[in-house]
Structure formats: structure tokens, C-alpha cells
């Protein structure tokens, strides 16, 4: 498997802008997790979805912040409009809840989108 | 609200020294409790997960304990190497919710 990927690796923006963040999970996993990661507030949980079904944006920090999972292989995180505070990295995790029937639960990480906003 | 901590936040060791790093929870009704490290730049590595069952996991030069009682995890490396510098980072997932609160991470420098 390739692991988690993220696109896009790097975006610049200027204020105001939509952005759109993209992740696609390792095939097979049911939970889905975007985190932010800045040096003054280290990583924090945005949104988790289990089945697509999101069940915890009480990270999400603005209504600017929208995510959605529209499949099992493919969510995305939407900034609009951006400021320049959003700026930081932005990963996406995903997990398998159970293997067979043994708790399992071990999160894989995708790269992460360094979003710079202007 | 589970709160994570980790001491010290930055450490620096000569080559082939073995060391511990350190990882408290306030809330020991865990699932499990995951070390990860990362690299500048780069994405999050799991290392090791350990289950609330489970008092250590090994993988290579690396072992981790789990204390639920202390709430308390050490990740212990051995004969530690120069590509071990990075930075780690311990998470725990409570009982009653899927999602993992982090630690801040302790920044390993190791000295060739």
C-alpha cells in the first residue's frame, strides 16, 4: 500500500482565498483523521470521520473550516476564506479499528500540506 | 481532557548511549497509547502501540512501557545512532472516545 497521500504537498496563498486540502487513506482503514500542527499549539485534532461519517469536528475551529469524506478513499478539508493564521501543516491519519476481531486502532500519517496563507 | 506531557522537551546524547524518554497522561482509562516520530519536515512515523492490556512493546532497538496505574510510557532506544535524531512524539486514545490526544514531543539530538 502506499500509504496515506496528501495533496497538495505545499500551498501559498493569499488571504481571502479558498483553500481545498486533499487525502486519500490507506484502502481498507474506517477512521479518518485531518490534525493542524503549529510550533505554538503542536498538533491538534481538526475532525475525525469513522465509515465517512464524520462523528467529531468539535476541533474544527471556525465555520471557515469545512470537511467532508464523500467515499471510503477520498476526503477533503476546505479553508474559506483563508487567513493568514491558518497557516501551519496540515495532516491527514488513518486507522483500522479493529483487525479480525483484535482491537487494533494504530494511526498511519500522510506527509502533511504546508499551507502558507498571505 | 486528557493532557499529555512529555520531559524534557529537547535532549542531547552522544552515539550508542541508550536512553528513555518520558510520556504522562493525566486519565488512565486509556485504549492504547502510540509513539511516533518525526522527522523535520516530514509526516509522523508510528513506532510502537501498545494496547491498555499490554504492559510493553519491542520493535528493534526500541521498547515501550505503559504503566495505566501511574499514567506513565517510557520508550526506551538503545545504543542510539545518529538517524535516530528526530523528534518523538507519544498520543493515548481515551476509552470512551476514538482520537488521540498528543504530547508537545521531545527533540532527540544524537552526537556522532
Known amino acids: 500500500d502506499a500509504g496515506v497521500i496528501q495533496s497538495p504537498r505545499h500551498e501559498v496563498t493569499e488571504m481571502g482565498q479558498e483553500v481545498t486540502l486533499r487525502c486519500k487513506p490507506i484502502?481498507?482503514?474506517?477512521?479518518l483523521f485531518w490534525y493542524r500542527q503549529t510550533m505554538m499549539r503542536g498538533l491538534e485534532l481538526l475532525i475525525y470521520?469513522?465509515?465517512?461519517?464524520?462523528?467529531?469536528d468539535s476541533g474544527m475551529p471556525e465555520d471557515r473550516f469545512s470537511a467532508k469524506m464523500p467515499n471510503a478513499s477520498f476526503s477533503t478539508l476546505k479553508i474559506q476564506p483563508s487567513e493568514p493564521r491558518d497557516s501551519a501543516v496540515y495532516f491527514c491519519?488513518?486507522?483500522?479499528?479493529?483487525?479480525?476481531?483484535?482491537?487494533?486502532?494504530?494511526?498511519?500519517f500522510g506527509p502533511g500540506t504546508r499551507l502558507t496563507v498571505l | 481532557k486528557q493532557e499529555v506531557t512529555q520531559i524534557p522537551a529537547a535532549l542531547s546524547v552522544p552515539e550508542g548511549e541508550n536512553l528513555v524518554l518520558n510520556c504522562s497522561f493525566t486519565d488512565s482509562a486509556i485504549y492504547n497509547l502510540q509513539w511516533f516520530r518525526q522527522d523535520p519536515g516530514k509526516g509522523l512515523t508510528s513506532l510502537l502501540l501498545i494496547q491498555s492490556s499490554q504492559r510493553e512493546q519491542t520493535s528493534g532497538r526500541l521498547n515501550a512501557s505503559l504503566d495505566k496505574s501511574s499514567g506513565r510510557s517510557t520508550l526506551y532506544i538503545a545504543a542510539s545512532q545518529p538517524g535516530d535524531s528526530a523528534t518523538y512524539l507519544c498520543?493515548?486514545?481515551?476509552?470512551?472516545?476514538?482520537?488521540?490526544?498528543f504530547g508537545s514531543g521531545t527533540k532527540l539530538n544524537v552526537k556522532p
Open positions: 470521520f469513522n465509515n465517512n461519517v464524520p462523528i467529531d
Open positions: 484502502s481498507g482503514h474506517d477512521y
Open positions: 491519519a488513518s486507522s483500522l479499528a479493529l483487525q479480525g476481531a483484535v482491537p487494533y486502532n494504530e494511526q498511519f
Open positions: 498520543a493515548v486514545r481515551p476509552n470512551n472516545f476514538n482520537k488521540f490526544y
